[in-house]
């Protein structure tokens, strides 16, 4: 995950010696990984009201086929940069730009990096701090992602953020960035988003994260996203994690809680059960309570190589899930299953 100088470097550079483009190329590190789905909803198709992701059902997707490029660094400058084919590219890395075109091909991040002592600092298109899951199917530990993923998490920032090591148990985050709202790429006014967190490594086994983004959009007024995450791994086998999101603007205010439970039962078996409820309060009209229970089985029999089988139901206080596309009939009730590849490389 480091490098977009380097390989600018080695692509502008056609009359450089053979000798320095093999040393600027022995400098970055590669990595990546492709994914690919396939959803099942026993009600219609449209599963847009609680999915970030795997939206459409009876049909494969290919989610994410990405490259990663960057130069490590131990002091000194460094830099990253990451490309994205697929669905997840239109869904999850366009909409953070603001836009929703149907694109099928994004750039999720592209940052330098700089470190000196305990410091470092960023700048550039980076992933949020913000919630336990993540945009990467390659790191996520379920097929889906959680309610508040798309409700009340943005996914990526562009700015600049400054990392404080104080102590082996205790990390501060610092950043100023474009739009609170979504994390969008571009700014529609001259007011940034404040980034501040603060992470703990309260034992070997117990980690806790708080962060917070707050800005002040022109159509919504001030935007604030506030998220705690904590981990804890009971024993080699067992793990728990519970994530806390609160998101609020002039027009609506949403709470999001999930709590992770995994159990590894073998080097190639692990299970994940998921249990969230996600509160919609408007300033006007209905408010909506969404609660959702996932379970996820990973096999993981080669190296490189993951295969995640899910089952979810969604189940809300009003009729919010399209059952008859033809009627128009709706439902409170969304059960689905699906399947995901996943190989990873370089990793």
Known sequence: ????????????????????????????EASGWISASYIHSFIDEDLANTRATD???????????????GTPIDQGFGAFVSIMLGEDADRLVNTSYGEGAGDKFGLPEAYIT?????????????????????VSDA??????????????????????????????AMTVHLGLNNSAFGGFADDTNEQKTVEAGVSFALSDTLTLGIFDYYGVENDIGAVNYFDVVAQLKASDALSFALNLDMYSDDFVDITG???YAT??????????????TLDRDFDEGADVT???????????????????????????????FLDDATTGDMTQTQPTIGIKAIYSFGL
């Open 290 to 320: 969404i609660n959702a229970a996932t379970l996820a089985l990973s096999y993981t029999p080669a190296q490189g190589f993951r295969l995640l089988l899910e089952a979810r139901v969604d189940d809300a206080d009003e009729d919010i």
């Open 114 to 134: 700089y470190a000196e002592g305990l410091w470092l600092f960023r700048a550039g298109r980076f992933g949020t701090l913000a919630g336990y899951e993540v």
């Open 55 to 69: 939206i459409e059902s009876d049909s494969f997707q290919l989610n994410q086929a990405v490259i990663n490029l």
């Open 257 to 259: 809680l999930a709590g």
């Open 139 to 168: 790191a996520n530990p379920l097929l889906s992602r959680s309610l508040q993923f798309p409700a009340a998490e943005p996914y990526y920032h562009t700015g600049v953020r400054a990392t404080y090591a104080v102590s082996e």
């Open 263 to 276: 159990y590894n039962f073998s080097d190639t078996w692990a299970a994940t059960l998921r249990l969230e």
């Open 1 to 28: 995950m480091r490098s977009l100088i380097a390989v600018s470097a080695v692509l502008s550079s056609a009359a450089a010696p053979a000798a320095t483009l093999a040393e600027l190329a022995s400098k970055v």
